[in-house]
């Protein structure tokens, strides 16, 4: 059985009706979700400032450890360096010096590199710069490469150092200790700038000569000393510290220095090799070894007092976070109180109007409702009224009692409308089907009066069958509008006469085949219902499955009642399609439904007479790809057939085929059993109930001479095999009498010769 889109068509429905959540959940939803959000809020905020305390502990355990060696080892690349500058231009007592001085380096370098074990990016690039250094010392010995290369090399490591603190402890969590941080990195790098200025007028030694390039690095450093003094260092200083720093620059030396600075700027001469400074440098060396001192001093100072903020800082964090999460646990125990008496509180208020409603909807108003469907009229006064309440509970029930009236009024006006729409269908179906009886009687007696015309009896036949699709579209319009489809039957019909009939019905009845046909019957009031049901199921099976296919019908008992399978070759179909079709099956579906399926209610009549006759109609997957469909009819629509023989076997004789000649026996005269004759184009005729007995003087003579159809073949039984298999080797059991009526061997006999045609066209059509 094939549906009646094949697959891949979309549109179907799969609507879920959402959970309903209780009010009491909603409620601890409402704490509950801003609860776990301030939750949320508070753990990642304590998380946050727990990770940045211990990052500051972090880095100030670093600073400890590591930045005093680092700063160390700074002080004295930069006295080395200018030293080595000395001795490249020649100062007395430079050698001995620099051995001193290459010493103090080495020893801060061994110290450094033991506490800065970490190969991290800062600290790795100082290491490397390190490496060189034994190096550039043996070219500052050898006087080679140039003095300018050997000095740029200490200033890069230098520099590294610097950048090295600079990366280290530069606490970018925290605005104030990242403020000071920077302060002691800028009083880091004016330090430096005053100590090139110290090594520049070393390399100028007693001849206080200097080429271009390095008065040029002097007055950069001069000018870049002095800007970070000014700009990014003083502005920062705490008030004792820049008081400390106002003692400095206040002192003799660091006059002196400021003077001697002036003084080579304004005063230098140029002379062919570069640059000439003033006799004022001479006393250079001496200030800056006094201020250079007070200046080292009040940096360390305030890096140990970086050091301290940062402790400080630490323990205020983790302060701040015991605060936090005290006052987010005083405050949640507050929540949970509120939400637990504003609970019960609005839940005592809504019980009332809970019990009311509760008895509103399950018991007054379906009574109305059914009452309303079943056309009878209904009390006023057992519905909800609206009191006009001005609270918020009274409002609602007010809402209810209008949502209950305008339900009312809306099934009140749908049971009219369908009720009048159900007899408007009524009526026009029972017009329409008088007409097409009508109709068909004209056929037949057409059929009746021009049966010995093989082509106009075909084309009779042909509109016979059109006719006979005409009243089964005409009957499910009856069944859908509530109405019954007549039943003429007053015998049982046994289920291969009910299996015949419904194939007649279909257009393209001769696909159609027929297997292990029980012997058995169904009562006469549901006969039709029952033909009608499977007709339907095998036309849509004949429609959707592919031209030259069979389609299948089978029945047999079982423990349930009788089962009737239809099986066709139709295209594949989705398990989200069937379960669509099914429940098609079982529901009854309302008029909007069915004016949106108009073209495709064949579903619905089937399942409308299925629930009728209290069947079960499944439609699934065939092993054949295509679709089956099980009717299973209850037991109590079932009889026994009249004259059936016994199951169990019995030893008869068996009885030859019947012959064509021989007069075939009937049915029990009240039986009106409806079979399919075929003619000789291979038609089925109109069936036909078998008439009642009437006197001998009320029937007219036949005719004397008309046409006759030609006998059956008679088959003869084991002409097809070898002479010496034809007789048993040993007795067997008789089979039981063959009790087919002749119409059922004209039957089979149609559909073989129908079968070789088909063949013999298939083989034509391969043969070259």
Request: charged share 25%.
């Amino acid at each position: 059985m094939s549906p009646m889109e094949p697959e891949g068509v979309q549109g179907q429905s799969t609507t879920r009706r959402r959970r309903t959540v209780r009010l009491r959940t909603l409620l601890i939803w409402l704490a509950v979700l801003p609860t776990v959000a301030m939750g949320t809020q508070v753990a990642v905020t304590a998380g946050r400032l727990i990770e940045q305390s211990e990052q500051l502990r972090a880095d100030v355990a670093v600073s400890e450890r590591v930045g005093a060696p680092l700063y160390t080892l700074m002080v004295d690349i930069q006295a080395e360096r200018t030293v080595t500058a000395s001795l490249w231009a020649g100062a007395a007592g430079a050698e001995e010096e620099l051995s001193n001085r290459r010493e103090a380096t080495d020893r801060a370098t061994a110290a450094f590199r033991g506490l800065a074990a970490d190969p991290n990016a800062s600290f790795g690039e100082v290491n490397r710069r390190l490496e060189g250094l034994a190096a550039y010392r043996q070219r500052a010995d050898a006087h080679t490469g140039g003095a300018d290369g050997t000095l740029a090399y200490y200033t890069g490591a230098i520099g590294a150092v610097i950048q090295a603190y600079q990366q280290e402890f530069n606490h970018a969590e925290d605005a104030e200790l990242g403020r000071d941080s920077r302060s002691v990195v800028s009083m880091l790098s004016a330090t430096e700038m005053v100590a090139r200025e110290d090594t520049i007028l070393a390399l100028a030694g007693p001849s206080r000569e200097l080429n271009s390039a390095g008065f040029d690095q002097f007055i950069s450093a001069l000018g870049a000393h002095r800007y970070l003094y000014e700009t990014w260092v003083v502005p920062t200083l705490p008030e004792e510290d820049r008081r400390f720093y106002e003692r400095i620059t206040a002192t003799q030396d660091w006059q002196t220095k400021i003077r001697i600075e002036n003084a080579i700027v304004s005063k230098h001469t140029d002379i062919a090799s570069g640059i000439r400074l003033p006799a004022e440098v001479d006393g250079w060396r001496s200030a800056h070894e006094n201020f250079s001192v007070q200046m080292a001093t009040l940096n360390v100072d305030r890096a140990r007092k970086v050091l301290t903020r940062g402790e400080d800082k630490a323990a205020e964090l983790e302060t701040e976070v015991a605060w936090l999460i005290g006052g987010s646990g005083g405050g949640l125990l507050v929540v949970v109180v509120v939400v637990v008496f504003t609970t019960r509180s609005v839940l005592r208020r809504l019980h009332d109007l809970h019990e009311r409603t509760v008895t509103v909807a399950e018991e007054t108003l379906p009574d109305v409702v059914a009452r309303l469907q079943r056309g009878q009229s209904i009390d006023v006064g057992v519905l909800p009224e609206v009191r006009g309440d001005r609270d918020e509970v009274g409002r609602i029930s007010d809402a209810f009692a209008r949502a209950v009236a305008v339900s009312v009024d809306g099934h009140r006006q749908l049971a009219a409308e369908r009720h009048g729409f159900g007899l408007f269908a009524t009526g026009i179906a029972s017009r329409t089907g008088n007409l097409v009886s009508r109709q068909l009687s004209l056929t037949e007696d057409l059929q009746d009066a021009f049966g010995h015309d093989e082509e106009l009896l075909a084309q009779l036949m042909r509109a016979d069958q059109l006719t006979v699709g005409m009243r089964r579209q005409i009957e499910n319009l009856l069944i859908l509008a509530g109405g019954e489809v007549p039943d003429p039957h007053s015998e049982p019909m046994r289920i291969a006469d009910l299996l015949r009939e419904a194939a007649a019905e279909v257009e393209d009845f001769r696909r159609i085949e027929r297997q292990a046909l029980d012997e058995t019957s169904v009562e006469p009031r549901v006969i039709s219902q029952i033909s009608h049901l499977l007709a339907e199921l095998l036309d849509n099976a004949t429609r959707f499955s592919p031209p030259r296919s069979k389609v299948v019908i089978r029945a047999e008992m079982v423990a349930d009642g009788l089962s009737v399978e239809i099986e066709d070759r139709g295209p594949r179909v989705t398990p989200e399609r069937y379960e669509e079709m099914n429940g098609r099956l079982h529901e009854a579906p309302p008029y909007s439904v069915l004016a949106q399926n108009a073209h495709r209610l064949g579903l619905f009549v089937v399942g409308h007479l299925a629930d009728q006759l209290r069947a079960t109609v499944t439609l699934r997957r065939s092993v054949y790809g295509g679709t089956a469909a099980v009717v299973i009819l209850p037991r109590e629509l079932l009889v026994a057939t009249e004259g059936e023989p016994p199951r169990e076997p019995t030893a008869e004789p068996a009885a030859p085929a019947p012959s064509a000649a021989a007069p075939a026996p009937r049915l029990p005269e009240e039986r009106k059993a409806e079979l399919v004759l075929h003619t000789g184009a291979g038609l089925p005729s109109r069936r036909t109930t078998v008439p009642a007995p009437v006197p001998e003087s009320a029937v007219r003579p036949a005719p004397a001479a008309g046409p006759t159809r030609p006998a059956l073949p008679e088959r003869v039984p084991q002409t097809h095999i070898a002479e010496r298999l034809r007789a048993p080797s040993a007795p067997e059991t008789a089979v039981r009498q063959d009790t087919a009526t002749p119409e059922e061997v004209a039957d089979a006999w149609a559909d073989y010769e129908h079968g070789t045609q088909t063949v013999d066209e298939e083989l034509r059509r391969d043969q070259p």
